[in-house]
DNA sequence: CTCGTTGCAAAGGATTTGCACAAGT
DNA sequence: ACTTGTGCAAATCCTTTGCAACGAG
């Protein structure tokens, strides 16, 4: 398991464009996919401990235009959370990313929670959300705890 | 006008911590005051015209570290919108940031917005969202409809 | 064979950090 | 005076770009 892809929607999207399937693209999408929420150095780790101490993995270079492509093909979303790291997650799973300010942990939530504040932005702003781009920060319960605990 | 600071909660706080207040962590505070959503960038920027000509303006890393510092002092929040972007704003004015994927236009929203939506991740999570540092993605009106015009 | 892709290396831009000097209390 | 804050410059980090060789179709 590990190299199993749906369908093939990239091979797909591609071939309309005019664009060729690459094994680094594919390779990309895969660690996408397999990362719930990475940053394009974590999945340039990931790509490189895949392809084991001889092996050979994709430039960083080639990551962030994979990143990039990929995007733009709409087969993975990418947030910002924190300071200078985006993280990309597949398009397939659709979720709110909930971000702690402390300890930086990373949850995710269901995107029927944003449901009705979309609906009224919608309506007083015309503003169309995109739940798949969405980070909420804030403070996790073990944070918060730790924080009351320490005193400060 | 301009140089009017409500009260003067910087001052206060600052002696609290035994810290001291100066004219840059003033100005850097007033400006962030000033400009609705600023980018450490557009603060300088914003410092040096205030300055003028021949005036002086808070070195670069000096507007780093007094919006870090603020930011601790609890008078200014900031987020992540675009790519690397981190926009500040006056704690004063709490609101919800939401933003264009396509003009980068910024708009405001009102916290209460959230409400539904934090309270369930409170009771799910046990996370506490942090409303002044939101942002909605999207796409507004505008360019949704050119998007239908322009076709594609 | 032709044109999109990749790897490598250098360029860039944004932030951070070390230090000696200036300034607030 | 004593200690914190600032400016300057160098150091980092993350990402983007130019180009020649490589590989998919």
Redesign the interface.
């Known amino acids: 398991m590990g190299t199993e892809h749906s369908q093939a929607p990239l091979a797909e999207r591609l071939r309309t464009r005019g664009l060729r399937l690459t094994a680094q693209r594919q390779r990309v999408l895969d660690v996408v996919d397999a990362l719930e929420h990475a940053t394009p150095e974590a999945i340039g780790a990931k790509l490189r401990a895949d392809a084991g101490p001889g092996g050979t993995a994709p430039d960083p270079s080639t990551v962030y235009r994979t990143l990039e492509l990929l995007e733009r093909l709409g087969l993975v979303w990418h947030t910002?959370?924190?300071?200078?790291a985006?993280v990309y997650h597949a398009a397939e799973h659709p979720h709110v990313h909930?971000v702690?300010?402390s300890c930086g942990e990373i949850?995710s939530?269901d995107p029927q929670?944003?449901a009705?504040?979309a609906e009224?932005?919608a309506a007083?702003?015309?503003?169309?959300?995109?739940v798949g781009?969405?980070?909420?920060?804030?403070?996790?319960?073990a944070c918060?705890e730790r924080a009351g605990t320490e005193h400060a």
Chains 1, 2 share one sequence.
């Open positions: 910002h959370l924190g300071k200078g985006p909930v702690c300010a949850a939530a929670l944003l009705g504040a009224r932005l007083d702003l015309g503003f169309t959300v995109d781009h969405v980070a909420l920060s804030g403070t996790c319960r918060r």
